[in-house]
């Protein structure tokens, strides 16, 4: 359970951080909009990738559940953070 | 979805829900009760409270000018702030920070008679009872609460999803479902319904528990990652409303300006009330004032105006609907709080909060039911999660008639904001103890639920009875306490006879199912 809870907790909190920051870069002129969507969907989406590791059948499929949710969106927001210029110019 | 994902979900589910239980539990007592705040700070203060307002009310000038005189050292940028009489609150709330030599902010609560302007020795921080029970819902009164009720919300949000999707396939076929052959049917099948029926409030509770509680994580993440750490332009973008920043330019102007404010105010918003007056250099004229309107029955109930105390123009307007992402935080807030619906809704509210605490219990005893006949599962585990249940639901409700009990009769002279929490958690720890030690055998921990049902309805009827007496003995609430009193005495009375019929109905099953027993076992013999 420890194992599913931490994998849970770190995965969605990099996917409700990250995603709505991609969005935000992309569309610098949105990001209130973004924000408030950010509000309901990204901190949905936190419960959610959590449950998602816990549905998983072992420890270790959780961890890997955890990098499919986390890893994809790490690196879409480093390639994004480097080129858009997003609101702060 | 595969048996072995619904497997994996169900005992995440049965799990975080009994770790969470306790938390929990208190969490939705208290906020169902908090939905009543106002009346309870009515019932409260009704033997203290000050005289209702006659016709003739002194101006906001009077008060301002009493602060001014009294010389406190108020920063600029705190403000005074300032609730003007109304039916309901017939005196001058004011609150604000004064600033030692020392730099040390010091608080201030005076309260000031509506006909006269005299300093009133009414003080509101006697009246405990009702802030105590919504800290309680929102940080349990602990270091680090609110981040600990935050994270409890988000995996309670987690049971909310995993429940979902538990029952998904069975939700319209089964929904009507309630067996009443065995106990764990029984539980499994209102479980299930009351989770169906109240999901909508239950998501929305969820969401913005998590919101209130933990959004400051998705602030700074989203602070750093798209305004490379300008929190402040964040806010802006946020459009939150921003408190007038102000400095004292030491030319003194007079208060009369915030009497023609408040006219002013009146006039412009009809259908709003003035909710509070917040003053930033206040005598200055550099001053600021803020009034806070809120218009009834509106899911963004709030604009604030800003006014010049140098010659009353009005600076600027704001209203949550200017920016997405506030307007979004204030309806979801609007959601859970359900001011918006009035005193009706107020009711459902509770009696889905009510709902959600019956959730909590039934996946206990679901819990307690599917591991009692499990040879391997440990004795002392079983007797713990069942004395902690016992303790959740009995010793919850002895604890909020202790607080009751305690906030009428315990003299002023007792500081009830150390009294009243220490009873709470003694109550429950008490209860907890006294289930323990009776937590082995079946048959003890039915008794023992049976003995605190009735401490509960005893403890739930002591203030009803009292204010009864008083009543008899000539006391009479002020006319616009009335109502609150009622209203708290009718439901505590009511909680009492909940108690007690509970007490008596399990008493006769306890006795019914010793006697069956007797006789099995004289026809076995």
Same mark, same amino acid.
Not at chain 2, 48 to 74: C, F, G, M, R, Y
Not at chain 2, 87 to 109: M, N, V
């Given at each position: 359970?420890?194992?599913?809870?931490?994998?849970?907790?770190? #995965?969605?909190?990099?996917?409700?951080?990250?995603?709505?920051? #991609?969005?935000?870069?992309?569309?610098?002129?949105?990001?209130?909009?973004?924000?408030?969507?950010?509000?309901?969907?990204?901190?949905?989406?936190?419960?959610?990738?959590?449950?998602?590791?816990?549905?998983?059948?072992?420890?270790?499929?959780?961890?890997?559940?955890?990098?499919?949710?986390?890893?994809?969106?790490?690196?879409?927001?480093?390639?994004?953070?480097?080129?858009?210029?997003?609101?702060?110019? | 979805?595969?048996k072995t994902t619904l497997k994996n979900l169900t005992h995440a589910h049965a799990w975080l829900g009994l770790i969470i239980s306790g938390v929990l539990m208190i969490v939705f007592v208290c906020g169902s009760i908090s939905l009543f705040r106002h009346n309870i700070i009515h019932w409260d203060s009704q033997y203290h409270a000050p005289d209702p307002l006659s016709e003739q009310i002194v101006p906001i000038s009077t008060?301002?000018?009493?602060?001014?005189?009294?010389?406190?050292?108020?920063?600029?940028?705190?403000?005074?702030?300032?609730?003007?009489?109304?039916?309901?609150?017939?005196?001058?709330?004011?609150?604000?920070?004064?600033?030692?030599?020392?730099?040390?902010?010091?608080?201030?609560?005076?309260?000031?008679?509506?006909?006269?302007?005299?300093?009133?020795?009414?003080?509101?921080?006697?009246?405990?009872?009702?802030?105590?029970?919504?800290?309680?819902?929102?940080?349990?009164?602990?270091?680090?609460?609110?981040?600990?009720?935050?994270?409890?919300?988000? $995996?309670?949000?987690?049971?909310?999803?995993?429940?979902?999707?538990?029952?998904?396939?069975?939700?319209?076929?089964?929904?009507?479902?309630?067996?009443?052959?065995?106990?764990?049917?029984?539980?499994?099948?209102?479980? &299930?319904?009351?989770?169906?029926?109240?999901?909508?409030?239950?998501?929305? +509770?969820?969401?913005?528990?998590?919101?209130?509680?933990?959004?400051?994580?998705?602030?700074?993440?989203?602070?750093?990652?798209?305004?490379?750490?300008?929190?402040?332009?964040?806010?802006?973008?946020?459009?939150?409303?921003?408190?007038?920043? @102000?400095?004292?330019?030491?030319?003194?102007?007079?208060?009369?300006?915030?009497?023609?404010?408040?006219?002013?105010?009146?006039?412009?918003?009809?259908?709003?009330?003035?909710?509070?007056?917040?003053?930033?250099?206040?005598?200055?004229?550099?001053?600021?004032?803020?009034?806070?309107?809120?218009?009834?029955?509106?899911?963004?109930?709030?604009?604030?105006?800003?006014?010049?105390?140098?010659?009353? !123009?009005?600076?600027?307007?704001?209203?949550?609907?200017?920016?997405? &992402?506030?307007?979004?935080?204030?309806?979801?807030?609007?959601?859970?709080?359900?001011?918006?619906?009035?005193?009706?809704?107020?009711?459902?509210?509770?009696?889905?909060?009510?709902? *959600?605490?019956?959730?909590? $219990?039934?996946?206990?005893?679901?819990?307690?039911? =599917?591991?009692?006949?499990?040879?391997?599962?440990?004795?002392?585990?079983?007797?713990? @999660?069942?004395?902690? &249940? $016992?303790?959740?639901?009995?010793?919850?409700?002895?604890?909020?008639? *202790?607080?009751?009990?305690?906030?009428?009769?315990?003299?002023?002279?007792?500081?009830?904001?150390?009294?009243?929490? &220490?009873?709470?958690? *003694?109550?429950?720890?008490? !209860?907890?103890?006294?289930?323990?030690?009776?937590?082995?055998?079946?048959?003890?921990?039915?008794?023992?639920?049976?003995?605190?049902?009735?401490?509960?309805?005893?403890?739930?009827?002591?203030?009803?009875?009292?204010?009864?007496?008083? @009543?008899?003995?000539?006391?009479?609430?002020?006319?616009?306490?009335?109502?609150?009193?009622? $209203?708290?005495?009718?439901?505590?009375?009511?909680?009492?006879?909940? *108690? +007690?019929?509970?007490?008596?109905?399990?008493?006769?099953?306890?006795?019914?199912?010793?006697?069956?027993?007797?006789?099995? =076992?004289?026809?076995?013999?």
């Amino acid at each position: 359970m420890w194992h599913k809870t931490f994998a849970g907790l770190i #995965s969605g909190l990099i996917f409700m951080v990250l995603v709505p920051s #991609s969005l935000s870069l992309l569309m610098p002129s949105q990001v209130g909009l973004i924000l408030a969507l950010g509000l309901i969907f990204a901190l949905s989406s936190w419960a959610g990738v959590m449950t998602w590791c816990y549905a998983a059948n072992t420890n270790k499929q959780a961890w890997g559940r955890a990098a499919k949710a986390a890893l994809p969106v790490i690196l879409i927001f480093t390639g994004i953070f480097f080129t858009a210029a997003g609101p702060t110019g | 979805m595969n048996k072995t994902t619904l497997k994996n979900l169900t005992h995440a589910h049965a799990w975080l829900g009994l770790i969470i239980s306790g938390v929990l539990m208190i969490v939705f007592v208290c906020g169902s009760i908090s939905l009543f705040r106002h009346n309870i700070i009515h019932w409260d203060s009704q033997y203290h409270a000050p005289d209702p307002l006659s016709e003739q009310i002194v101006p906001i000038s009077t008060i301002l000018d009493k602060i001014a005189t009294q010389e406190h050292n108020i920063p600029a940028h705190h403000g005074v702030l300032i609730s003007i009489p109304q039916s309901d609150q017939p005196y001058y709330y004011t609150a604000f920070e004064t600033e030692t030599a020392d730099g040390l902010h010091i608080d201030h609560q005076l309260n000031f008679d509506a006909n006269t302007g005299q300093l009133l020795p009414y003080n509101g921080e006697d009246f405990y009872l009702s802030d105590m029970l919504y800290l309680l819902h929102i940080s349990l009164l602990l270091p680090y609460g609110t981040e600990i009720v935050g994270v409890i919300t988000l $995996l309670f949000f987690v049971m909310v999803m995993s429940g979902i999707c538990i029952v998904l396939k069975k939700l319209v076929s089964h929904f009507y479902q309630y067996r009443l052959n065995k106990n764990k049917d029984i539980y499994h099948d209102g479980h &299930t319904l009351i989770g169906v029926s109240s999901l909508p409030f239950t998501f929305i +509770f969820a969401l913005t528990g998590v919101m209130f509680n933990l959004s400051i994580v998705l602030q700074a993440g989203f602070g750093f990652a798209v305004f490379k750490g300008d929190i402040p332009a964040l806010i802006k973008t946020a459009g939150f409303f921003g408190q007038p920043n @102000v400095e004292y330019s030491g030319n003194p102007v007079s208060n009369t300006h915030a009497n023609t404010i408040i006219k002013d105010v009146q006039e412009k918003y009809p259908n709003h009330k003035i909710a509070r007056l917040n003053f930033f250099a206040m005598g200055d004229e550099n001053g600021e004032v803020e009034v806070r309107l809120i218009e009834h029955n509106a899911l963004i109930p709030t604009t604030h105006v800003i006014y010049s105390l140098k010659d009353a !123009s009005l600076i600027s307007e704001y209203h949550a609907q200017q920016a997405p &992402t506030a307007a979004t935080y204030t309806v979801l807030s609007s959601l859970h709080f359900g001011e918006f619906g009035g005193i009706t809704l107020k009711f459902i509210y509770f009696i889905l909060g009510l709902g *959600c605490c019956y959730l909590i $219990l039934t996946g206990n005893l679901l819990w307690l039911e =599917k591991r009692e006949n499990n040879r391997q599962q440990s004795k002392r585990g079983l007797a713990f @999660v069942k004395a902690m &249940t $016992l303790a959740l639901s009995t010793g919850t409700l002895i604890a909020v008639a *202790c607080s009751f009990i305690g906030a009428r009769f315990a003299p002023f002279s007792w500081t009830r904001t150390d009294l009243l929490p &220490t009873l709470f958690f *003694c109550a429950i720890g008490i !209860s907890l103890l006294h289930a323990l030690f009776n937590s082995m055998q079946r048959k003890a921990i039915r008794q023992a639920m049976v003995q605190q049902l009735l401490a509960a309805a005893v403890l739930f009827a002591i203030c009803p009875f009292y204010d009864l007496i008083q @009543v008899l003995f000539g006391h009479a609430p002020h006319p616009y306490l009335l109502l609150d009193v009622i $209203l708290v005495n009718c439901a505590l009375l009511l909680v009492a006879l909940f *108690c +007690f019929s509970l007490g008596k109905h399990q008493h006769a099953t306890s006795g019914a199912s010793a006697s069956e027993s007797i006789t099995l =076992k004289s026809s076995v013999s």
